[in-house]
Nanobody, 127 residues
Framework: QVQLVESGGGLVQAGGSLRLSCAAFGRNFNTYAVGWFRQIPGKEREYVAAISATGSFTSYKNSVKGRFTISRDNAKNATYLQMNFLNPEDTAVYYC????????????????????WGQGTQVTVSS
């Protein structure tokens, strides 16, 4: 079992950058695949990026490719989402999620595949 806590959200101007962090509390974090998702009020939670348990494989939503980078440091039990060239359409609550899955290639874009979720961190991009 793992508990997740996001941080790093805030208000930024369009074109700016933010780095979100997801701290994991629990054992064997290096056996969990991690995903980042976001949600706007009244809309479904949507996939942003995912990273495999060892960090060897990553995947991204098309609209964030080239702007966002997902990474992890298993020694620190942490996952990160570096967001550059932000635009107002990126405004949302961002969540990290984890799934016990130690296959080195495994990433998932489906919310239903993740067992553990953080409480979310608000990102607001002003125009």
């Amino acid at each position: 079992q793992v508990q997740l806590v996001e941080s790093g959200g805030g208000l930024v101007q369009a074109g700016g950058s933010l780095r979100l962090s997801c701290a994991a509390f629990g054992r064997n974090f290096n056996t969990y695949a991690v995903g980042w998702f976001r949600q706007i009020p009244g809309k479904e939670r949507e996939y942003v990026a995912a990273i495999s348990a060892t960090g060897s494989f990553t995947s991204y939503k098309n609209s964030v490719k080239g702007r966002f980078t997902i990474s992890r440091d298993n020694a620190k039990n942490a996952t990160y989402l570096q967001m550059n060239f932000l635009n107002p359409e990126d405004t949302a609550v961002y969540y990290c999620a984890a799934k016990a899955q130690n296959k080195i290639y495994y990433t998932s874009s489906y919310t239903t595949n993740y067992n553990y979720w953080g409480q979310g961190t608000q990102v607001t991009v002003s125009s």
